[in-house]
Every structure is written in C-alpha cells, then in structure tokens.
C-alpha cells in the first residue's frame, strides 16, 4: 500500500487500472477482500499542514455519493484568541476506526462490524437504520442517511483501499496532512509518524483506542470543544 | 493565557432519535404503569379497586397497542423489524428489547382477553350479528379460571419489567452522551413512567366514566408519593453531580449547566412535579384534572428533554445544535399521528370492548351508560 502521495503518484498507473474495477458502493458487504489481509489501517492527521481547504470534504462526497449536507468527513474550523493574538485552527475528523469501536455492540442486527484490517463499516443490506450507533460514537461520526435511511460513515473508502488506492481524503489532501496507511508494517509512513513522535487521539479517555492519529493537536480541541458554537450549519436536508 | 474559541465550521449532526422515539418511550412507559395499576383488582381480587382495574386496562391496552407502531415508524422502513428477529444480538439491549415487547404485549393482550373473556361471551349469547359471532368467539370457554389470569399477568408482569429495565439500560449505556450515561436514568424513566400512569389514569376517571371522588383521593395520593419519589431521585442525581464523587455525572451536569435554555428546562421539570404533588396533598378530591394532565405531561416532557434536548448536545463541537421540530413524519406529524392512533383506538375500545364488565355486557350499550354501572364502585 501507499504511504504517501509521492508513492501513490509513482505508482498511478497501476492505480488508474486499479480504479477502473474498483467498486463503488458506500457500504461494504461481508466477507470483504480486506478481511483477509494482515494490515491494519490508520491514518495521520498532520494539522499543521492543514489549510481548511475542504478539498477532502468535497472528495468524500463526490467519492461515496454522500447527500447533500451530510458529511463522512468535514475539516471543522475554529477562530481561537489567545491574549493579543488570532488565528484560525483547522480540525479534520472523520470515523477512527477505533478497536474498540462503541458502534458496534450497541447495534441491534449486527449490521456494523470491524474487518480485520481494523475497518469499522456497515452491512447496508442489515442495517435498519435505528440509529443506536449513531448514538453510540463519541465522535458524532455516524448519521443517518436521508437516501437510505440507514447509517452511513466513513468507511476509509474500503472499496478503493480493498483496491490499492488511498482513500479519496488523503489521495486530495493538499496539504499532505492526511497520512494513511498500514500501521502493522514497520516500513510505513504511519508507522514511523507514530513510532517518531507523540501522537493524541481524540477523547482518549473514551477508552476506544482511535485509529486516527493527530500530530500538532492542540489539547483544547481533543474532546468537546470548549467555544461559542458554529457560525454555520448546513440548512434542513434537501432545503 | 486568556482564550477563546468560536467555531467557525463545523458540521452538525442532525437528531437520530426522533419524536418517534419520545412518543414510544412515553406510551410504553404508560402502558406497563397502567398495568401494574390493573393488578389489584383482576389478580388479587381487590373489589374496592374494580373501577381503577378496569380503567388502568384500557389505558394499559391502548397505550401499549400504540406505542410499537411510533418505534416501528423510527425504523425509517416498517419491514426492517424482521431483522432484529434474524439476527439476535445479545450484547446489545436494543436486541433485547425487540424480544422483551412481544413478551409484554403478547402477556397483557392475552391478560387483557382472559380478564373480559366472561364479558366477551355475555355479549356473545345472542344473536346472528357479526359482531356477537365475534363475541361469542372471544368469549369461548366464559369465565377464565383465576389460576390462568394469575399465570398471564406473571407473563406479562416479567414482560413489564423487563421493559422497563431495557428501555433505561439502552439508553443508560451510551458513554458518548454523559447526560444519559448515569444508573439513575432507568430508575428515572420507571418513576416517571408510574407517575404518567397514574396521572392518565386521573383523566380517565375524570373525562371517561364520570367522576368517582374516592378513585380521585386514592389516586392523588399515590401521585403524591410517586412525585416525591422522581423528586427524590432528581435530588440524589444532582447531589451526586455537585459533589463531585462521580466524575462523569459532574460532566454531565457541568455540559449543560451553564445554559439558559437548559435551566429554564431544569426550573421546568422542577414545577411539573412539585406543583401536582403540592395540589394532590392539599386538594386531593377535586384536583385530578390538572394534577393528571401535569403528570402525564411531565412524563413526556421528561422524555423530550432526555431524547431531544441530550442529542442536541454535540459531542466534539461547540455550542449546542439548533433543534427545529420538523412540522413532517420526523416531527409535529409524527407526534399528531401517534396521538391520532391512541385516540382512535381508545374510542374503538370503548365502544367494542367489554371494559366495564358486566355493566357493558347488560346494557349493550356505549361507554357512558356502561359507566354509570362502576362510576359509584
């Protein structure tokens, strides 16, 4: 697998041919080509190379069909004052494929599951949409689609991964802040990014061990975000 | 270093538990309080208690009959249901409790018939009508031997409480809302649950069968003493919050504490329940209106605030999500058609089911002739 987009970009021929039979389904159904592997995904938030761009914002949408204000991934944005100075500090969350995941023992028909590469997803033929897990994820990373009416998250973009592409955050990131790869091979990019510095996890104390790692995180904005609340929220789905 | 944070973008997480759920929370709290009111008279044999038996099954009947069609409607697809039944999972109570509901209300339907099973043949004696052949097939076998409505109130008592106790673990065990991560919270929906019960079972004495001021007195006391108990159990919550034994019930209280709209909802909740038990104390013979309505409306509004007001509280972002009640199937419509259902279900009981006992059964007539027969029990 790719560790970085220089390495993704030598290799994009192989990746174009890999994309042309890439499935396109949100949801991943059992027994998936990624069960059977011995990675175990995780990516590397960098966010001090993030610029709030929303390019992955975007790519998530376009990539997994996601409905109009809905969001598997969104880069949330902060303006902070600090005695005389300001500045604007950028947040990208997405699912963190926990392995400890609190969605999926609350989930009443076993529709969410994790694969063993450490993906966290949901068996949309399963689902019935009740919403546990949306309630169970600390970091209100589930919702429920309005297309489907079942739960919907980011999946890593399993369907690209299973494929040998990045997931379409990282493949768009700009900035480089979105670092994927496979944290149990000790040549990777994660693996180094880890082993080299001190990474945070959001809410650490929710004991979920998060699979999304954040480099330069400011401790203010690891679990609930102490601040006035959102300038701007989406309108009333399909308004 | 002085700091502060505004968040510019962010995404905001629509609510997931819909009305739907508030109003299936509320019924079926409802109905297995009503039940256990039913108790006294069908399986103890408590005459004196014959007029709040029969209300409490209707009300036990009607709510419970309602409440599954609200939850049904939240699965966004009504087929989906067969899915929990072929794919049990036992570490999820949401899994549980789509067994424990057709326990509770396959026990008090089959309760409920046993119970008017005598009713049900009287109407049935005569006549070549649809409906006495109807009858005379539900009354098939007359009077239910005691022995047999013992064993379906057991059923359906294992049923209520096992109800009762997954409807407050579900949501107790979510550690990612500290506010309905507390042991209180079963504790609290069960109060309040009894407390609506017996607060709908005021209105019906009121509004139903006439007035009968003995059921009236008997009922605002038994209020009263519920009240005391949600109060008691509020007190023991908040003490715990302030004191700071429990870390996560203080990030809880801590959460929301600081916000005007949650403290005009805590002032609120407070009212809603001193002010019925003050009224049940001082003027328990001619309160029961509004005591019944104030209950019943607090046992829902508990269940709002738990339900709406928790999911509005974001889990990472700031502030709180805005919530406008959608006036669609997610919202008003949603609340309007569960209120339609129970309304309609309850006119067809009265006029159909032999609920009075004999009185229906000898007159043959609607409910209000068929009331005055229990209105002076």
């Given at each position: 697998?790719?560790?970085s987009?220089?390495?993704f970009?030598?290799?994009?021929?192989?990746?174009t041919a890999g994309?042309?039979?890439?499935p396109?389904?949100?949801?991943?159904?059992?027994?998936?080509?990624g069960?059977e592997?011995?990675?175990r995904?995780?990516?590397?938030?960098?966010?001090r190379?993030?610029?709030?761009c929303?390019?992955?914002t975007?790519?998530c949408?376009?990539?997994?069909a996601?409905p109009?204000?809905?969001?598997?991934t969104?880069v949330?944005?902060?303006?902070v004052?600090d005695?005389?100075r300001t500045?604007?500090?950028?947040l990208?969350?997405?699912c963190?494929?926990?392995?400890?995941?609190?969605?999926?023992p609350?989930?009443p028909?076993?529709?969410?599951?994790q694969?063993?590469?450490?993906?966290?997803?949901?068996?949309g033929d399963?689902?019935?949409?009740c919403?546990?897990?949306?309630?169970a994820?600390?970091?209100d990373?589930?919702?429920i689609?309005?297309?489907?009416?079942k739960a919907?998250?980011c999946?890593?973009c399993?369907h690209?991964v299973?494929a040998?592409?990045?997931p379409?955050?990282?493949?768009?990131?700009v900035g480089?802040a979105?670092?994927f790869?496979d944290?149990?091979?000790?040549?990777?990019a994660?693996r180094?990014?880890?082993d080299e510095?001190?990474?945070k996890?959001?809410?650490?104390e929710?004991?979920?061990?998060?699979?999304?790692f954040y480099?330069?995180?400011?401790?203010?904005?690891?679990?609930?975000?102490?601040?006035q609340g959102?300038?701007?929220?989406?309108?009333k789905?399909?308004? | 270093?002085?700091?502060?944070i505004?968040e510019?973008?962010n995404?905001t997480?629509?609510t997931?538990?819909?009305?739907w759920?508030?109003q299936?929370f509320?019924l079926?709290g409802l109905?297995y309080?009503?039940?256990?009111l039913t108790l006294?008279?069908?399986?103890f044999g408590?005459?004196?208690h014959?007029?709040?038996?029969?209300?409490a099954?209707?009300?036990a009947?009607?709510c419970?009959?309602?409440?599954?069609v609200?939850?049904?409607?939240d699965?966004h697809g009504?087929?989906r249901f067969?899915?929990?039944?072929l794919h049990?999972?036992?570490?999820?109570?949401m899994s549980?409790?789509?067994?424990?509901?057709?326990?509770?209300?396959?026990?008090?339907?089959?309760?409920a018939?046993?119970?008017?099973?005598?009713?049900?043949?009287r109407?049935g004696?005569?006549?070549?009508?649809?409906?006495a052949?109807?009858?005379r097939l539900?009354?098939?076998?007359?009077?239910?031997?005691?022995?047999?409505?013992?064993a379906?109130?057991?059923v359906?008592?294992?049923?209520?409480?096992?109800?009762a106790l997954?409807?407050?673990m579900?949501v107790?065990v979510i550690r990612a809302?500290?506010?309905?991560?507390?042991?209180?919270?079963?504790l609290?929906?069960a109060?309040?649950?009894?407390?609506?019960?017996?607060g709908?079972?005021?209105?019906?004495?009121?509004?139903?069968?006439?007035?009968?001021?003995?059921?009236?007195v008997?009922?605002?006391r038994l209020l009263?003493l519920?009240?005391?108990?949600?109060l008691?159990?509020g007190?023991?919550?908040?003490?715990?919050s302030?004191?700071?034994i429990?870390?996560?019930h203080?990030?809880?209280?801590?959460?929301?504490a600081?916000?005007?709209?949650?403290?005009?909802t805590?002032v609120?909740?407070?009212?809603a329940?001193v002010?019925p038990?003050?009224?049940?104390?001082?003027f328990?013979a001619?309160?029961?209106?509004?005591?019944?309505l104030?209950?019943v409306?607090?046992?829902w509004?508990m269940?709002?605030t738990i339900?709406i007001?928790g999911?509005?509280?974001?889990k990472?972002?700031?502030g709180?999500y805005?919530?406008?009640?959608?006036?669609?199937?997610?919202g008003?419509?949603g609340i309007?058609?569960?209120?339609s259902?129970?309304?309609a279900?309850?006119?067809?009981?009265?006029?159909y089911?032999?609920?009075?006992?004999?009185?229906?059964g000898?007159?043959?007539?609607?409910?209000?002739?068929?009331?005055?027969?229990?209105?002076?029990?």
């Amino acid at each position: 697998m790719n560790q970085s987009r220089r390495d993704f970009l030598r290799a994009l021929p192989a990746i174009t041919a890999g994309a042309a039979i890439a499935p396109s389904a949100a949801f991943a159904a059992t027994a998936e080509p990624g069960s059977e592997t011995k990675h175990r995904w995780a990516m590397v938030v960098d966010v001090r190379k993030c610029i709030g761009c929303q390019a992955c914002t975007v790519s998530c949408i376009m990539e997994n069909a996601v409905p109009e204000n809905s969001f598997r991934t969104i880069v949330s944005t902060y303006e902070v004052h600090d005695d005389t100075r300001t500045g604007t500090y950028m947040l990208p969350r997405l699912c963190n494929h926990c392995a400890n995941p609190p969605c999926i023992p609350v989930c009443p028909v076993g529709a969410t599951f994790q694969r063993k590469d450490g993906v966290v997803v949901v068996d949309g033929d399963r689902c019935v949409g009740c919403a546990y897990c949306v309630q169970a994820c600390p970091y209100d990373a589930r919702f429920i689609n309005h297309d489907t009416g079942k739960a919907d998250k980011c999946t890593f973009c399993a369907h690209r991964v299973d494929a040998g592409l990045l997931p379409a955050c990282v493949e768009t990131c700009v900035g480089g802040a979105r670092i994927f790869g496979d944290i149990d091979d000790p040549d990777s990019a994660v693996r180094h990014l880890i082993d080299e510095n001190k990474l945070k996890v959001l809410k650490p104390e929710m004991g979920t061990q998060p699979h999304v790692f954040y480099l330069g995180l400011d401790e203010r904005f690891q679990g609930r975000v102490e601040g006035q609340g959102t300038l701007w929220q989406p309108s009333k789905h399909g308004a | 270093m002085d700091s502060q944070i505004i968040e510019v973008l962010n995404v905001t997480r629509e609510t997931a538990w819909l009305p739907w759920a508030v109003q299936y929370f509320f019924l079926i709290g409802l109905s297995y309080g009503s039940f256990m009111l039913t108790l006294p008279y069908f399986v103890f044999g408590k005459m004196q208690h014959e007029r709040l038996g029969r209300l409490a099954l209707l009300g036990a009947l009607v709510c419970g009959l309602t409440a599954p069609v609200a939850l049904l409607a939240d699965l966004h697809g009504p087929g989906r249901f067969l899915n929990f039944y072929l794919h049990f999972q036992p570490h999820s109570w949401m899994s549980w409790g789509s067994f424990f509901i057709p326990l509770y209300l396959g026990g008090l339907l089959v309760y409920a018939w046993l119970v008017m099973r005598a009713d049900f043949a009287r109407l049935g004696q005569a006549g070549t009508t649809l409906a006495a052949r109807l009858y005379r097939l539900a009354g098939y076998g007359g009077k239910a031997p005691q022995s047999a409505i013992a064993a379906a109130a057991l059923v359906a008592l294992l049923g209520a409480i096992l109800v009762a106790l997954y409807t407050g673990m579900e949501v107790m065990v979510i550690r990612a809302r500290p506010l309905w991560n507390t042991p209180f919270l079963p504790l609290q929906f069960a109060a309040t649950a009894f407390a609506g019960a017996i607060g709908l079972m005021l209105l019906f004495n009121r509004l139903i069968v006439g007035r009968n001021t003995q059921l009236e007195v008997e009922l605002n006391r038994l209020l009263a003493l519920t009240l005391a108990l949600v109060l008691a159990l509020g007190g023991v919550w908040l003490f715990v919050s302030l004191s700071g034994i429990s870390p996560s019930h203080s990030a809880a209280f801590n959460q929301v504490a600081g916000m005007a709209q949650w403290q005009l909802t805590a002032v609120w909740a407070v009212l809603a329940t001193v002010v019925p038990m003050v009224l049940a104390i001082r003027f328990p013979a001619s309160s029961g209106l509004l005591t019944g309505l104030i209950a019943v409306h607090s046992a829902w509004m508990m269940r709002w605030t738990i339900f709406i007001g928790g999911q509005s509280i974001p889990k990472t972002g700031a502030g709180l999500y805005d919530y406008h009640l959608p006036l669609g199937s997610d919202g008003l419509l949603g609340i309007a058609g569960t209120a339609s259902l129970w309304i309609a279900l309850l006119l067809l009981m009265l006029d159909y089911l032999p609920w009075a006992g004999q009185a229906f059964g000898e007159r043959k007539q609607t409910n209000a002739l068929a009331a005055d027969a229990i209105t002076s029990n």
